[in-house]
């Protein structure tokens, strides 16, 4: 996915090994950006549509 701040594309995956804080909170659906930091929620699938879509259309 893409991160909202800085656009670093990154892997979901090793996203989520990065975010140290949720350990202990596995159902956290934060993913955490390698690249600055930022915190954002996973995408949803209808979003990853859409952009397809835009790419698409372009
Ligand atoms: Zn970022």
Do not use: H
Request: net charge positive; with cysteine; proline share 5%.
């Amino acid at each position: 996915m893409k991160c909202a701040l800085c656009g670093f594309e990154f892997n979901e995956k090793e996203a989520q090994r990065a975010c140290s804080g949720c350990v202990l909170i596995k159902s956290c659906n934060l993913v955490k950006c390698p690249n600055c930091g930022y915190e954002s929620p996973l995408e949803p699938r209808f979003i990853k549509k859409i952009r397809a879509w835009r790419r698409e259309k372009r």
